[in-house]
């Protein structure tokens, strides 16, 4: 049994003739018939019996047509959920990122997508840096925020793209700062 002869049963109970079911479903009338007694044949029963040139159900057929629209219909809803999900899924943007990142920065980036994407839905999970990238590397995530402070020439799979940069400020007194100062200094610019 398939989902075919399923369908092509379910029509043809409904128009109670086999021409009318043929050009509604768009098949040959010998392939329908070909489907239906392949269907009784598996079953073990008659579904439908003649009726003049129009044919009507059994009590086999009638009890058999109820359960086949069910599955069917159940069919159909799990083909929609599963659409459903796999639109929530495109929909949702799976994020990690560290804790700095997450409580500071981030936000204000996300908000502003939020903005543009009010039907977007985030996913954001607090992770230590090495994490973030292990779940980018096994494509648990989509994106990854954290700062670059280490070198990346072991990170090259990965695409990367600089959302912010932090300034950081340093107060002198008003004399001339000392030699490690000045040394500060420069590898602050």
């Not at 809803?77 to 700095?100: M, P, W």
């Not at 939020?114 to 494509?139: A, C, F, N, Q």
């Not at 925020?145 to 932090?166: A, G, I, K, M, N």
């Not at 008003?174 to 610019?189: D, H, K, R, W, Y």
């Amino acid at each position: 049994m398939n989902l075919q002869q399923l369908e092509y049963f379910k029509i043809v109970a409904e128009v109670e003739n086999f021409t009318t079911a043929s050009k509604l479903l768009s098949v040959t009338q010998p392939a329908l018939s070909k489907s239906i007694a392949n269907l009784e044949e598996e079953l073990g029963v008659s579904l439908f019996e003649k009726q003049g040139r129009n044919i009507r159900l059994t009590k086999y057929g009638a009890a058999f047509l109820s359960h086949a629209t069910i599955a069917l219909k159940e069919l159909e809803y799990g083909i929609e959920a599963l659409k459903d999900l796999v639109a929530r899924d495109q929909d949702t943007l799976t994020i990690a990122t560290t804790s700095e990142l997450g409580f500071t920065s981030l936000p204000r980036h996300l908000q502003s997508f939020l903005g543009e994407h009010p039907d977007s839905k985030l996913t954001i999970t607090y992770e230590e840096e090495e994490d973030v990238y292990e779940k980018l590397r096994r494509r648990e995530v989509e994106f990854g925020f954290l700062f670059c402070l280490t070198p990346l020439q072991h990170r090259e799979s990965f695409c990367y793209h600089p959302v912010s940069t932090t300034e950081y400020f340093v107060r002198l007194e008003e004399v001339s700062p000392s030699a490690i100062g000045e040394c500060l200094l420069q590898t602050l610019n």
